[in-house]
C-alpha cells in the first residue's frame, strides 16, 4: 500500500521546485490538498504510450524516465525528470493519449493530482494558466537549445554540459573532498549516451579523455566531477568556436 505522507526530504523537493515554489502559498495547498502520493521500485513502468492521461505528477524522490520504442524494438531514453519538476500536463489541456513511456529510475516518489481535481483546481486559481504557460515557454527554450546543440556543438561540448547539468540537479558533495561531486543518478553509458543523441562508444572515448584531463573520474557506481570549472571550461571554449 502506498504511504500517503511524504518524507522530510520528498516534501522539500516538492516545495522548493522552481516552479512550483513559484506558485502562490493558496494555490500550492489546494494542489497539495488534492494530491495522492505514488511510490515505484527501480524500473517499475509509471505510464506506457497510448495510456490514457489520468493524472498530473510532482517528482518527490528518485527520477522518471522517459522513453520511445524505435521501430526495431530498441528502447530509446529521451529524458530524465528529476525531483521538483512535474510532468504531464500537457495531456490534461489537449486531452490525447501518453505520447511516451515512463518508468522509474531509481526508487520513485510521486504526487499525483487526479485529472478532474486538476480541472477544478484551474476553475478556481487563473493564476494556474499563467504558471502553466511560463513552463511550457521555459520547456520549449530547453527543447530549441537542445536541438541548437545537437546542430552546432561538437559532442565533447554537449557531454560536458550535460554532466554540469547533472550535476546541479543531482550532485553529492564528496565527504572527502569539496571540490568533487558525485553525480547521484546512476546511468549507464548508453544511457547517457541517448541522452546525447550518440554512440556508446564515442560518449565512453569523451569520457576517457575528461578522465585523463582529470575533469571527472569514472567509477563503478558512476561519475564523479572533480573539476567543475574545467567542465564548464570545455563547454564555454566549443561553444565559442
Known amino acids: 500500500m502506498d504511504d500517503p505522507i511524504l518524507t522530510i526530504e520528498e516534501r522539500a523537493a516538492i516545495n522548493n521546485g522552481r516552479w512550483f515554489s513559484s506558485l502562490s502559498p ?15 521500485k527501480d524500473g517499475e513502468l509509471i505510464c506506457a504510450r497510448g ?6 505528477s510532482g517528482v518527490a524522490r528518485g527520477a522518471v524516465r522517459v522513453s520511445s520504442t524505435s521501430i526495431t524494438g530498441k528502447q530509446v531514453t529521451l529524458t530524465y525528470v528529476e525531483p521538483g519538476i512535474w510532468f504531464g500536463d ?19 516518489t ?7 481535481d486538476v480541472q477544478k483546481i484551474l476553475s478556481q486559481h487563473v493564476e494556474l494558466y499563467e504558471a502553466l504557460l511560463r513552463l511550457h515557454a521555459r520547456r520549449i527554450r530547453t527543447l530549441f537549445g537542445l536541438v541548437e546543440d545537437l546542430n552546432t556543438l561538437p559532442l565533447r561540448a554537449r557531454l560536458a554540459k550535460q554532466l554540469a547539468h ?15 561531486v558525485r553525480i547521484g543518478l546512476q546511468l549507464a553509458q548508453e544511457e547517457l549516451a541517448q541522452l546525447l543523441g550518440a554512440s556508446r562508444q564515442r560518449v565512453n572515448q569523451e569520457l576517457k579523455q575528461m578522465e ?3 575533469v571527472i573520474r569514472i567509477e563503478p557506481g558512476g561519475v564523479v566531477v572533480r573539476n567543475r570549472d ?4 570545455i563547454v564555454e571554449s566549443d561553444t565559442e568556436r
Not at 26 to 40: E, G, P, Q, T
Not at 51 to 56: G, V
Not at 90 to 108: C, I, K, L, N, S
Not at 230 to 233: D, E, I, S
Request: a neutral charge.
Open 26 to 40: 493558496s494555490l500550492r495547498h489546494d494542489i497539495l490538498r488534492c494530491a495522492f502520493v505514488k511510490r515505484y
Open 51 to 56: 495510456d490514457p492521461a489520468e493524472a498530473w
Open 90 to 108: 500537457v495531456a490534461m489541456f489537449d486531452g490525447e493519449r501518453r505520447t511516451h513511456d515512463a518508468y522509474a529510475h531509481g526508487e520513485t
Open 110 to 116: 510521486l504526487m499525483m493530482v487526479s485529472r478532474a
Open 166 to 180: 547533472l550535476v546541479r540537479s543531482y550532485g553529492v558533495p564528496s565527504l572527502h573532498d569539496g571540490r568533487e
Open 212 to 214: 585523463r584531463e582529470e
Open 230 to 233: 574545467a567542465l564548464m571550461r
